[in-house]
């Protein structure tokens, strides 16, 4: 037998590639040392390492904490808003979970989650994290359909809280009494790789504490927070004639809806956090059943380092959201793909899911239209090289499949159309309005140029986008912004390799949709987050597979050894810069004292002072609505301080005073 053919026979069945046709582990040896050098560099160089740890701004003193510790039992202070921004969202998370569930059972047809699991296909914590994603599009629809009735009442949503608190208790019950944690074949080891997930989870739990401030951002205080507190005011979901975006999709939105009904802010930065926490345990549940615990643990770490990750997870933005249910979307596919290659009876299935993905993707925020674009061009190629195969009429059935495909982007984005067309005679408006033949409603209802994008910029964008994203040398506007990658991004894009013919064909081939998405997405703009389930998918799930590829030669233990020091060495740079370490050690606390959590919002000396606080931006926006006339009612989107109050337009470029 030849050495080629033994190695094929030692190739387990969760080897994603046959024999490749050139060394990949040899570009990743290259990638690692090179990364490693320049993570070295990085750190060394850095003018992080020399700043000393800063001080917390609110000090846990005793007379504060005793003072908060009182206004708790009265219920009130920041302890129990805290508290109450916690149950908000537990409350939701057992309602997403338990309604995904039912959806994804009857779609895919798992008979039974609990006594058969292989019947699942998937991973247990796939299964989790999908059931509460859709779960939380369900309730956003159920939401969009209430507002259309006028029917946003605090009543209701304190009784959905104490129903979903109720729901979360008899769960915790039932896992208790199950005993799952006595069973006898059960026992946990301190490996290496158990320990480092067990410190990844750590980090991202604090997260959910630096989530409960508002984040200075010029969109969370103009639309995110700004269009949520509109609609509780009215009372309904409604536009306003002043704000373009309330004519979007707003999938995000309409869940910060509930936890403003609620009274609390926090649960709608928390909400936030849980999509970014559920999206962790996705790709680690993937990664660890297609690859290896390994392969998932330096994905997942080198991309929670990453400056992208950290900013999405704290950042009450509808950017993160989008960006995952593409990237689930495309993990649909992948399974589709499989299937209709060996015509499996579920192929039909997953092909509608991918479909209801892309279509709930869209409905948190446009941005993620290129990206559906070209992924639906991919599919459309792939069934016409691959159908022919177990099919006899073949352009039937390609036919079929790709309206079912189509079936499901619009049965989940279908509600937004229609209501778009209802109000201004274009399904997304104010976009090809000339399409459609439908006018602008207000001339102010424009949309501006957008000054970065790589159709402007040409191949200066490309070396900035490039250069940027590894920050060895940020520059341009967005240059100094925390929304790039960061160095480990040189070694990360060796995902890309997936493209290439060792890897399986419906790998190679949604991979492919993913890297057009990404060149397509940078045409409309080179700001990362608005490109983050192409960036997420190939530098994180991409780079997973090939670490897994690699790991099946003679010089594993070399490249293991490289990463688990690029992972460390990355862990030093995230907490040499002083600006998480303050951030996080203030958010603590906080916690701690008992401090109102969106007071750190206001205490950094980096921040700008001439933003209006989430307070003042609902104080302003009650005085001038419930006191001026209906059809003069505005809404006010957390404008500088000294421009008073304005009438905020597209993108908020145009002003005027009122």
Known sequence: MKTTDRKKAKLTEKDLRGQPLWRIDILVLSLLLATSIILSLFLLNNPWCSQPRTKPD???????????????????????????????????????????????????????????????????????????????????????????????????????????????????????????????SFKFRF????????????????????????????????????????????????????????????????????????????????????????????????????ASKFAAFCALSLFVLSDHGSWLGTSIKNDLQAGVFLILQWWALTISFNKIINNDWDKVNWLFLAGIFCGIALGFKLTAAPSALVTFIGVVLFLTANLSAGFKNTATSRFRLILIYSGGIFFSWGPWLIRSFIITGNPIYPFLGKLFGAKLLYPWLTHPLVKYRLYDLGLAGVNEYIRNMTQINPLGHFGQSKIWWGPSALLCASGIVCIFKPFKTELRWVIGCVLGSWIF???????????????????????????HSCLQWKSKNLIKLLLCFVVTIDFLRYWSNTEHKQLMISSLAMAVSGALPWQLAFSMPTDPPEYASVDEMDWMHYLVNKYSLKEDKVLFVGSFRPLGIHRKHYFGLSLNKQ
């Open 521 to 547: 997405s940078l045409l409309f703009a080179i700001k990362p987050m608005t490109h983050s389930g192409p960036i997420i998918f190939i530098l994180c799930v991409g780079f997973g597979f090939v670490v």
């Open 191 to 290: 490996e290496p790789i158990t320990l480092g997930i067990a410190a990844l989870s750590i980090l991202v739990l604090g997260w959910s504490i630096l989530c409960v401030y508002p984040v200075i951002y010029w969109d969370t205080l103009m639309i995110n927070l700004s269009l949520p507190n509109y609609y509780v005011s009215e009372g309904r979901f409604t536009p306003n004639p002043f704000h373009v975006y309330s004519y979007f999709s707003q999938n995000a939105e309409l869940l910060s809806v509930w936890t403003l009904l609620a009274g609390s802010r926090e649960a709608a930065y928390l909400i936030v956090w849980g999509f970014f926490a559920m999206l962790l345990i996705f790709i680690y549940g993937w990664l660890q059943r297609t």
């Open 58 to 184: 609110f000090p846990p003193g005793k007379e504060f904490v005793m003072f908060n510790l009182k206004q708790f039992l009265q219920g009130g202070g920041g302890y129990a808003k805290t508290t109450w921004g916690y149950m908000i969202f537990l409350s939701m998370s057992a309602w997403f979970y338990l309604t995904g569930k039912w959806f994804f059972t009857k779609l895919l047809n798992f008979r039974s989650i609990i006594n058969r699991n292989a019947e699942l296909e998937i991973s247990k914590l796939e299964f989790i994290a999908c059931s509460w994603f859709l779960g939380s599009w369900i309730f956003s629809m159920v939401f969009f359909g209430l507002g259309i009735f006028g029917l946003y009442k605090k009543s209701m949503v304190y009784l959905m809280t104490g129903a979903g608190t109720v729901i979360l208790m008899r769960g915790v019950f039932n896992w208790i009494k199950a005993k799952t944690w006595q069973d006898p």
